[in-house]
């Protein structure tokens, strides 16, 4: 079963708008940890923004915010003010706690790619 | 902080030779270290975990001798692509749990010729 689905294959935006790429994760785990990372043509992976299962508030990074609606088990990215530089995938991944198995390793999902239009 | 460094960035081989990519905790000790692979244009997948002074633990369909894994120290993994053929060809990236951070390598682009 995937445990995480981004199903927005691809995202484009205007340049200074905001946009919201989802999310959603599915584990049994009450301990987990929920990551974007943004992935641009050169291939890393820069880490934007982690919200712990646990955590009482929305995390939020500079113009990265993350909806995080447990009972949903929902992540969504939210981006304000988009800027060019922003266009790049971007990856959901999940890190299940001590009780499943393997823990510590990221599972990701499909990817979504962003466009950012002038 | 948490910066995990990879080398070589890129590399071309022959089909047939081995290659060793490299991954290095900077500024943490990283006990466990893992290690992805990317087609173009699709997510990242695991191929193993590493832990430092025991066997890699291998995810299913991942060739243990194709891909021999070695975490000698908290600082340092490497992935050798053993007998590397065409198919090979891929992006391999690293990964090191540091807190609640998981920081990246930058990548290798590795060609097989």
């Known amino acids: 079963a995937q445990k995480i689905t981004q199903t927005q294959p691809g995202m484009f935006v205007q340049e200074k708008e905001a946009v919201t790429l989802d999310c959603t994760y599915d584990?049994?785990?009450?301990?987990?940890?929920l990551f974007w990372y943004k992935q641009p043509s050169s291939g890393e992976m820069i880490f934007l923004i982690y919200q712990g299962s646990y955590d009482q508030q929305n995390a939020t990074e500079g113009r990265y915010s993350l909806n995080f609606q447990k009972a949903r088990k929902s992540a969504n990215l939210v981006i304000s003010a988009s800027q060019l530089g922003d266009s790049a995938m971007y990856f959901c991944a999940m890190r299940e706690g001590p009780f499943s198995g393997g823990y510590n390793k990221l599972i990701f999902g499909a990817g979504t790619r962003l466009a950012v239009h002038p | 902080g948490a910066v995990v460094s990879q080398h070589p960035s890129r590399v071309i081989c022959k089909s047939g030779t081995s290659v060793k990519i490299e991954c290095r905790s900077l500024?943490?000790?990283?006990?466990?270290m893992f290690w992805y692979r990317q087609f173009p244009k699709k997510s990242l997948m695991l191929m193993a975990t590493s832990n430092e002074g025991s066997k890699a633990t291998y995810e299913q369909g991942v060739e243990k001798d194709k891909f021999l894994i070695n975490h000698a120290s908290l600082t340092l993994s490497t992935l050798t692509v053993t007998s590397a053929h065409p198919e090979d060809s891929s992006f391999y990236i690293c990964?090191?749990?540091?807190?609640?951070?998981?920081?990246f390598g930058s990548g290798t682009r590795l060609t097989v010729v």
């Open positions: 990964s090191a749990r540091a807190g609640t951070k998981s920081p």
């Open positions: 500024d943490f000790q990283a006990t466990t």
């Open positions: 584990t049994s785990d009450p301990s987990y940890g």
